[in-house]
């Protein structure tokens, strides 16, 4: 069995051991291999301990030169006398960066080997024939691990780097911290063993050299003093030995603000001069107060502790320029009070309870107040006068007073402003200011007047000053009381005695301090009316009564009612007011259907409506009758009417499938239009009967007629054994008066006797609206009009 034999070559420096790969059938070489004696560097173990050897690992360091490198070699116990054999090298990188040699079986590595880029390489070997490259032995599997070396530095991939910090924090306190990495094996020696340290920024900050935690190293860092400080860290490798590669990165620390500051005015005395016309609100000055500290922590606030007992004053914090503006609360006087002496503080809004705060500081503002020529002022802003609304003109209604309040006290005149008087009712006194009427007032029409008055100072006219003057005229009682409306009242003929007609109520255009009180009167000649009365409701009301139930529209259709209203003024003022009252007819219920006498005449229950449609259907049929008289005067045919000529209006309805044209035709009207087919029989000419019948004759009316309802059974009894009869039910009309009624006649026209002869008791016995009918027409002269 032959022996495939790989040894390898290395750096000096390395210990790499020959390994021998064998076929199937050998078995692994043991401990007690022991070299041969050529003494060339190969190894060969004894074959009796060969045996199977799959991935083996060689180790080559990675190296940067541009020479080829010896790998090993590969040897194998078949390669004996001319034998030929051919050395064969497969797997990752062989061609490319793996080369051998054929005939002798070396290995070299052709390119740069990397570690960073590729750390190990699985190869396969193998011997064939050279001329039939047939396989001799299988192939042997081995892997080259590519040994690191310090190549790399160390980088900040997240470098430059920024932070932040309290000022005034302790010797200790974290910032930040950074990180490096590197490339090289952290498993193999200390290649990727960083090591920190602070290049730059001593002494106020330091690092961790193990975890790369930048700390304060230095007490009382003030941000005031300095706000950025810029510190340099380097990244060593080698565990920071000598040989070792480094990197470096940049960390920007910025001290923040703390409110270590107090405030602090510039100046400890202000001084300021304002005229005492200086509008309330308005700026008389302003303060500052400085501090350090920056953001929320300069700002401030400030206060008057002292010397503004009158409350004058104001200060506010100008929340751009963080200055205090002081203002007027109230109006300056010159003439009161000259000067004032303010005690101003301004204080931190935030303070940091280690720092002792809140931090404050004062300063005086003395406030000098400037004489200004003022205009005159008004005893009162505002004032109200009355006066009664009969009082003359020239009647003084009231006086208004202003004066000068500077020193040198100017004279006044006082004057109306006219465009709140345009009617000139008012004057004024340009001297004293006092007001009388110029015309006479009447409260009814305006109860008050507001003017406005305007005082002026003669030395100076542009000094001017206005007060609201409002006038109330005073009521007196110049009114007499009258009804609320126009009342009209509406009577029911069959009313009851006693029932009310109409409720009245007053007004009155004055208005008396202790309210109105009205007494309601007939006038003395009503005194003893026979038909109204009137009865006091107790609230300024009354209410008109009926005396009887005797009221008739035809007897007298209207009354009237003077009625005498007084009021409780003084003087008391009167007035006559006459109610209307009309007569209607009304339901049972008494509600009011008519008031008009020509309706009484008409029908009972008939309008005015339904008796002109009345009129209009009987003469649009005496317009018709009077046409047909006129055709039939033109044409001397007979009404009976042919076959070819004869004309229907028919009505038909139908509820399942007809029969034809037999179910169009219609009843023959032709009896209805013949006199001579009352008392006869005509055969109809709408159908052929298959029987023919002999006319029958009809019974005649008496002497004295017969009963309609016997006339209409003969008819129906004929109508019903008719066989020529349609299967239909049909309409016939018979003219037909009946005998007359057994009470005679109603008419008036037929009785030569007067109202006053005729007796109509008997009326009452034909029932309730006969006896309505009686009453009408036995009206006596004894109803009286009033």
């Known amino acids: 069995m032959s022996v495939l034999l790989v040894w390898i070559t290395c750096f000096p420096h390395l210990f790499v051991p020959a390994v021998a790969v064998t076929s199937r059938s050998v078995q692994t070489a043991g401990a007690d291999a022991t070299p041969n004696s050529h003494g060339d560097g190969q190894v060969l173990l004894s074959r009796a301990k060969r045996g199977w050897v799959w991935n083996q690992m060689f180790v080559l360091e990675e190296f940067s030169g541009p020479d080829p490198i010896l790998v090993g070699r590969l040897h194998t116990d078949l390669d004996v006398g001319g034998k030929r054999i051919k050395y064969v090298l497969a797997g990752e990188g062989a061609g490319t960066i793996f080369a051998i040699n054929e005939m002798t079986g070396d290995i070299h590595a052709m390119k740069r080997l990397d570690r960073e880029e590729k750390a190990e390489y699985t190869l396969t070997a193998q011997v064939t024939n050279a001329d039939t490259d047939e396989p001799l032995e299988p192939p042997s599997e081995f892997i080259i691990k590519v040994q690191d070396i310090n190549d790399n530095p160390p980088q900040f991939t997240e470098g430059p780097y920024r932070a932040s910090v309290p000022e005034m924090s302790a010797v200790g306190t974290p910032v930040t911290r950074v990180t490096a990495s590197d490339a090289d094996d952290p498993v193999y020696g200390n290649s990727a063993k960083l090591v920190y340290s602070i290049l730059e920024g001593q002494p106020y900050f330091s690092i961790d050299p193990n975890t790369a935690t930048v700390k304060i190293a230095l007490h009382g860092m003030d941000r005031e003093m300095r706000e950025e400080y810029l510190v340099v860290i380097q990244a060593k490798d080698m565990g920071g030995h000598m040989g070792g590669l480094s990197g470096t990165t940049t960390v920007t620390v910025t001290l923040t603000d703390i409110n270590d500051n107090p405030p602090k005015f510039s100046k400890s005395l202000y001084e300021f001069v304002i005229p005492e016309d200086l509008a309330t609100g308005k700026a008389g000055g302003k303060v500052k107060a400085n501090d350090r500290d920056i953001g929320e922590n300069a700002k401030s606030t400030y206060n008057i502790i002292e010397g503004d007992e009158r409350g004058m004053f104001e200060i506010s914090t100008d929340a751009q320029t963080q200055e205090g503006i002081l203002r007027l609360k109230k109006p300056l006087d010159f003439e009161s009070k000259k000067a004032f002496t303010l005690k101003v503080e301004a204080t931190n809004l935030r303070f940091e309870p280690s720092s002792g ?17 003022e205009p005159p002022v008004f005893s009162r802003a505002a ?26 006290g100017s004279l006044v005149r006082y004057f109306i402003d006219r465009h709140t008087d345009l009617e000139r009712q008012f004057n004024i006194n340009v001297d004293d200011g006092k007001i009388t009427l110029a015309k006479s007032l009447d409260r009814e029409t305006d109860m008050w007047h507001n003017i406005t008055v305007t005082a002026t100072e003669v030395r100076n006219h542009s000094q001017i000053s ?321």
């Open 357 to 373: 705060g809140p931090y404050k500081d004062t300063a005086t503002v003395k406030i000098v107040v400037e004489d200004s020529d």
């Open 466 to 786: 206005r007060a609201i003057v409002a006038i109330r005229v005073m009521d007196i009682n110049d009114n007499a009381p009258e009804f609320a409306t126009e009342y009209e009242a509406f009577l029911c003929e069959n009313g009851k005695p006693g029932q009310v007609i109409q409720t009245i109520s007053a007004v009155d255009k004055d208005d008396p301090i202790q309210g109105h009180y009205f007494d309601y009167r007939l006038v003395p000649e009503m005194l003893n009316n026979p038909n109204f009365t009137i009865k006091n409701n107790q609230d300024n009301s009354i209410s008109v009564l009926a005396k009887h139930d005797a009221f008739r529209r035809q007897k007298q259709e209207m009354y009237y009612l003077p009625i005498i209203v007084t009021d409780n003024g003084h003087p008391p003022l009167s007035s006559t007011n006459t109610l209307t009252v009309r007569v209607c007819g009304c339901s049972k219920e008494g509600i009011v259907q008519s008031c008009n006498v020509e309706a009484y005449v008409l029908p009972i229950g008939l309008s005015m409506g339904a008796l002109i449609a009345i009129l209009a259907c009987i003469i649009l049929l005496l317009v018709i009758v009077v046409l047909f008289v006129t055709l039939r005067r033109n044409k001397h045919e007979p009404l009976i009417i042919k076959d070819e000529e004869d004309v229907r209006e028919n009505i038909i309805r139908y509820d399942d499938e007809g029969g034809g044209e037999e179910d169009t035709e219609a009843f023959d009207i032709a009896t209805l239009q013949n006199p001579d087919g009352v008392n006869g029989f005509l055969p109809r000419q709408d159908i052929k009967p298959d029987l023919q019948f002999m006319p029958r004759a009809g019974q005649h009316s008496g002497p004295n007629g017969v009963d309609v309802d016997e006339f209409i059974n003969v008819r129906l009894h004929e109508a019903d054994n008719d066989p020529t009869a349609p299967p239909y039910d049909s309409i016939q009309i018979y003219g037909y008066e009946g005998r007359g009624s057994g009470a005679g006649s109603l008419s008036s026209l037929e009785t030569a006797s007067s109202d006053s002869d005729q007796n109509y008791e008997y009326l009452r016995e034909w029932g309730p609206r006969f006896r309505r009918l009686g009453e009408l027409y036995s009206v006596g002269e004894s109803d009286r009009e009033t």
């Open 383 to 408: 004032y109200v006068l009355e006066v009664n609304e009969n009082a003359p003109v020239n009647t003084v209604i009231g006086t208004v007073n202003a004066r000068d309040p500077d020193t040198t």
